[in-house]
DNA sequence: ACTCGCAACTGACGCAGGTCAACGCGAGTA
DNA sequence: TACTCGCGTTGACCTGCGTCAGTTGCGAGT
């Protein structure tokens, strides 16, 4: 467990505010900024948490106020539909941004919320835009993540079986964990059956009846929701063209 | 057929190529800017066309040079798996910019071609960029353009059923074409049946069938690619989920 | 008028994955 | 220990849509 130590609540208070000594900074916002301009950035940003599993950062309909940056802990955000069913549509690591969508029309157009105990940095939006235009980094920075959003959703809109579709997901957590410093094979996941399945528009049976599979074929070991990576290469052709990142 | 006149070739240079007079600019990049600052984005615009039916503007792995904004005509974009399926993303109407999702990683993520003759402006993307951070409305219409997007795309993901799918897509070219003062009720398709399959995740004969379907139901007559919406009522209540905009 | 080619349509059939129901298991609670 | 509750798993069954194969109809070329 030691791998997932800054994870945890305790560790969360620990981490310095700035981003200058932050260990996300080069997944995160200030990715390839200048260490003066990354200074401004700094002065804008409020860190808060920790939030508890189940809490909500935004709700569909909130005014966009404020971006928020993964700190620590994972989230999903989702949105509910008309007829009330719940879509989740992604799942958010430290170092990622949150709020993206509400930049059209100024209002939040889904719901995030914690998966686990965890902490984000809040960027009130007006602010970072004005930093923006100062700072062609940070104007770059924001297209680049919104543009990398939409690759990916479009990525994912594809007609893939349900083994392409776990298969690439447990890739992108895989390899965005990789990014992070933690193992590439061990994963925990922190969200449930139902999340992974809604978020990959399958029934919660065929996720497990898939995990099963994947078990029984070697190409997995699940116990519960620590799952640990035994093949990749025949992982990767399944998953190859869902695995943005 | 006199609606679609100004869609048809001998048209085109009749069109002013500055966006203060274009019909289009209230719908457009410029939307909502000043004069003055309209006139200095004019002054990096440089039209092209008449594109025939079936010519790219781009291919996937182009290097990003410029943005198109669509003048005049229908275009496709679609992207190649790995497996050699095609996988159309959307199609694209006058007044709408193409090729957002190529800023990260600065190369095009998708190809981009005619369904019909058309003509485009072009965007230089660092010249808009570096404009934008002096224009403040500028940068902001391009992050709602894109979030926009991914608004549209995160709604197409969903799953839905085929009918409402093709109902959805109905609305949401009768919506854009009333906008740009057609009929919202008479369309006419500029792409092929296979097209619409594909970017909806069917199959073509589910396309047909469905098409049927409505046509036996009265919501919709359809004649080759002329189509009238008969019941929008009916149809608004099967795709409403799927009609952004 | 004829063929050729392609887009669109239709019917028969099969299957991946959804639905429904039963059950196991661990975590709380008392 | 027993009882509940939610999550995850498994089996039996069902169905919407894909696949395949065949037909129709329009436009272009000769």
Redesign the pocket.
């Known amino acids: 467990m030691s791998g997932t130590a800054t994870l945890s609540p305790l560790n969360l208070y620990q981490l310095r505010r700035t981003c200058g000594t932050c260990s996300l900074s080069e997944l995160c916002l200030p990715m390839g900024l200048l260490r003066s301009d990354m200074q401004r950035l700094e002065e804008l940003i409020t860190p808060r948490g920790p939030l508890n599993e189940g809490e909500h950062l935004f709700r569909i309909g909130d005014p966009l106020r404020v971006l928020y940056a993964v700190r620590g802990g994972f989230f999903k955000s989702y949105l509910v539909e008309p007829s009330g069913r719940e879509q989740v549509l992604g799942f958010h690591l430290p170092g990622e941004l949150i709020g993206l969508d509400a930049i059209w029309p100024e209002k939040h157009q889904c719901n995030a919320v914690a998966l686990n105990t965890a902490s984000v940095c809040e960027l009130p939006y007006a602010q970072i835009t004005d930093l923006s235009r100062q700072v062609p980094g940070l104007q770059h920075s924001m297209l680049r993540l919104l543009s990398k959003e939409l690759a990916l959703s479009h990525a994912l809109a594809g ?7 776990i298969a690439g997901l447990l890739l992108s957590l895989s390899s965005r964990m990789k990014a992070r410093g933690y193992s590439e094979t061990q994963l925990t ?1 922190s ?7 809604n978020y ?13 599979r994947f ?1 029984q074929d070697g190409l997995v070991n ?4 620590e799952v640990t990576l035994r093949d990749m290469e025949k992982l990767g052709k399944l998953g190859r063209c869902l695995s943005i990142e």
Chains 1, 2 share one sequence.
Not at 191 to 197: G, H, L
């Open positions: 007609d893939f079986s349900a083994e392409e579709r996941l969200m449930s059956r139902r999340d992974i399945a990959l528009r399958l029934a919660t049976e065929t996720v497990s009846r898939v995990f099963a078990e699940v116990d519960r929701r």
